[in-house]
């Protein structure tokens, strides 16, 4: 513990869910300036902060001292700072949560901050031809004889990691170069008038902030765009961020780039290793790429030569986090191009209605691209009706009957359903008993070829029952259909075209995402059977059907957003069909054909949807017709959340006045989940600048509530689910 007065106190942001910095002494000779991570202690424990400020103490009083200096210069910027603490500000985040999730995990564990050029790849000349070589041995000669390679990025092609390129080396096959390779120029795209044109337009928007929203039909060509806005980025000496919603989308994106720009990016994604990750960051940080690609979360990477950024997919609900620092990467993205005064692009087929609204309202540019590139043309829709029929394993005869024909034909058929496993419950056929999580209110999955039984809320597991519990039988069906179960189906069915499932269960190892990804889109897979990881972003040029099992998910949900992601979903999967030569076409089934939502959809007329949506939420004051936040407490003891919550109301009600809507608590739509019983409530205001401004003194008052300490309670802003 420090003592006397100390001339200088820094204040350290840390890695805890506290909505404040904490002072530290100066030890003799330390010095530190804002954006320096240190490590400091903190209760028992010892932590990596980040130095936000520095000050003069006001008393004498002794205070704990910053034990260790990591960074000889700030590891942020003031730039990089600024958008940190507005993230913490806006998302109502503690602030030293929000550095730390800004940080790799190598550098919130205190590593060194230090970035080397990597080290490049390639053949040796005088090489032998060497006997029985692996498959990821001969992938990463084959990969190199395109020229030298950074090794990050042979490791991505081949699959080996360093020892495995250490053991080429050491059979005289391969061997590290000191000088990177010469850059390729890339090949731009032919662009159709109206890509042509939204560049053009784009481009003039170049050196100052502005927002744009590129909204194009599935396969108009939006990457190319961005690409070629890239191009002009890159040769003005500045950098260009691309945002992407999934790790599954980062590859294509990638090749693209490699091929239209000539250069690999940086990409950042919790895919990689957390030295990968660290490394990549650096040297982001560093300014060394021209384009990163990253998730979520690079929206925080530094970059001293930004001068433009992408947000792909826009409308992807996967840009908001959705625990701990609950924040949106689009609204992050906005907010660092308004602030380093350079323009912003948000592409999608299915814009966001909060998008929408921004155009309607003067606030973001609207282009649009309202055809397919080259000579393909927009899939048929239509409607099956499924009532009255009976269904194998969720299919019916009509769409099964389109499936032959179209694998007969030489096409390649998608078949969604956004649910994983065999069968999303499991009842007992003699009582009615059903496999219940004993955690969550919530039933247990199967998942046959693994034999068990899992909650995809609480990731319990269980091994199903050899009889029922309730009345000793054994006659167990499993009720309803996942991807799994349609799977086995198809093989059957369709036993002369291979089958390929995409969905989480069968991509959990490193590279296998991509290798399915890559069978797809060679036509080797004849039928693939997917989740959402399928419905975006991907180009299968044979696919020429879309069979869509049980759409009605979304029309009667508690969720207000549901039609809303019903329609997206709809019409980015039916756009994987017809991309190429192949016309295509797209079944839904359903058992509400008359319902206008779907009708709309058939129609294709996403925009029209859109509107209808938007007067909805005019009509009925929800988001984007005004601003939302939700505070959700959850504790083991059932009565406690929604008791707190009456108190954080009445508090609220007293800071807010009349400016804010505070609605009453009610249980969570998933009551218990996690062995943890849940509740929420809901703020709700026409404008957004009295719920900003009241947040922080109601955070105050909700710290000092009684029972606070009891129970886990957090705060979201801009929620985009309600469940």
């Not at 890509?195 to 929203?213: E, I, N, P, R, W």
């Not at 003067?362 to 691209?369: M, P, Q, T």
């Not at 059977?529 to 029309?555: C, W, Y």
């Not at 059932?638 to 400016?659: D, I, K, T, V, Y």
Request: with cysteine; proline share 6%.
């Amino acid at each position: 513990m420090a003592t006397g007065r100390p001339s200088r106190t820094a204040q350290v942001a840390v890695p805890a869910p506290l909505y404040q910095c904490f002072d530290y002494d100066l030890a003799e000779g330390q010095q530190v300036v804002a954006g320096v991570r240190v490590q400091v202690p903190f209760g028992p424990r010892r932590l990596v902060g980040v130095v936000t400020g520095l000050d003069t103490p006001p008393d004498a009083r002794p205070r704990k001292a910053i034990e260790t200096v990591l960074d000889s210069a700030p590891i942020f910027t003031d730039e990089d700072r600024a958008l940190i603490e507005w993230t913490a500000r806006y998302f109502a985040a503690p602030i030293g949560e929000v550095y730390s999730l800004a940080l790799p995990v190598r550098l919130r564990a205190g590593h060194p901050a230090h970035w080397s050029p990597p080290p490049y790849w390639s053949l040796c000349a005088d090489a032998a031809p060497a006997a029985r070589l692996g498959h990821r041995q001969q992938a990463a000669l084959d990969a190199l004889a395109g020229g030298a390679l950074e090794e990050e990025e042979l490791r991505r092609l081949s699959g080996l990691d360093r020892r495995g390129l250490d053991r080429l080396a050491a059979l005289g096959l391969i061997a590290t170069v000191e000088q990177a390779p010469a850059r390729a120029s890339g090949t731009p795209a032919k662009l159709s008038h109206a890509q042509a044109a939204a560049v053009t337009q784009l481009k003039d928007t170049l050196g100052c902030f502005s927002t744009t929203l590129v909204d194009g039909v599935t396969g108009s060509g939006k990457t190319e765009v961005y690409l070629a806005l890239a191009a002009e980025v890159i040769a003005r000496g500045q950098q260009v961020l691309i945002l992407v919603p999934e790790i599954g989308l980062v590859t294509g994106m990638i090749d693209r780039i490699k091929a239209r720009l000539g250069r690999a990016p940086c990409v950042l994604h919790s895919g990689l290793s957390d030295g990968e990750r660290a490394t990549q960051w650096l040297a982001a940080r560093a300014g060394v790429p021209d384009v990163v690609v990253a998730t979520r979360s690079g929206v925080f990477v530094p970059l001293p030569r930004l001068g433009l950024v992408v947000v792909d997919e826009e409308h992807d609900g996967s840009y908001k986090q959705d625990d701990g620092c609950r924040y949106s990467a689009r609204a992050v993205a906005v907010w660092r191009a308004r602030q380093r005064d350079i323009p912003i692009v948000l592409g999608s087929a299915t814009p966001s209605l909060e998008s929408l609204h921004l155009v309607d309202t003067g606030h973001c540019k609207r282009l649009e691209l309202p055809g397919r590139a080259g000579n393909a043309v927009l899939p048929s829709v239509r409607l099956v009706d499924v009532r009255a029929h009976q269904l194998d394993h969720g299919l019916c005869h009509e769409s099964l009957e389109t499936m032959t024909a179209h694998l007969q034909a030489g096409g390649q058929v998608l078949v969604f359903l956004n649910r994983r496993g065999y069968a999303p419950a499991v009842l007992c056929h003699s009582c009615g008993w059903v496999a219940d999580c004993s955690r969550c209110d919530a039933h247990l999955t199967l998942h046959r070829a693994r034999g068990r039984l899992c909650c995809h809320h609480c990731g319990l597991e269980a091994a199903p029952p050899s009889r029922c519990p309730d009345c000793g039988d054994r006659n167990f069906v499993g009720a309803g259909a996942g991807t799994e179960r349609l799977e086995h189906a198809l093989t059957r069915r369709f036993a002369g075209f291979p089958v390929l499932r995409i969905d989480r269960d069968t991509t959990r190892r490193v590279g296998e995402l991509d290798a399915r990804i890559a069978r797809a889109a060679s036509g080797e897979a004849r039928i693939l059977v997917g989740t959402q990881m399928l419905a975006k972003g991907h180009n299968f040029p044979r696919l020429s059907l879309v069979v869509i099992v049980e759409a009605d998910q979304g029309l009667f949900s508690a969720d207000f957003r549901a039609g809303e992601r019903m329609a997206q979903g709809i019409f980015q999967v039916g756009g994987r069909a017809g991309r190429a030569e192949r016309p295509g076409e797209v079944l839904i089934q359903t058992h509400h054909p008359d319902h206008p939502l779907l009708r709309q959809l058939v129609r294709g007329d996403y925009a029209g949807f859109a509107q209808m949506a938007l007067a909805e939420r005019r009509e009925t004051c929800l988001p984007p017709a005004s601003h939302l936040v939700m505070l959700r407490a959850e504790s083991t003891a059932a009565e406690l959340p929604l008791q707190w919550l009456q108190s954080a109301a009445a508090a609220g009600r007293q800071l807010f006045h009349h400016s804010v809507s505070v609605w009453d608590p009610v249980p969570a739509p998933m009551a218990r989940r996690a062995g943890r019983h849940r509740a929420q409530l809901l703020l709700e205001c026409d404008r957004r600048a009295p719920l900003q401004s009241g947040l922080p003194d109601w955070i105050r008052a909700l710290s000092e509530l009684k029972n606070t300490r009891k129970l886990r309670w957090s705060l979201d802003v801009d929620p985009q689910s309600m469940l």
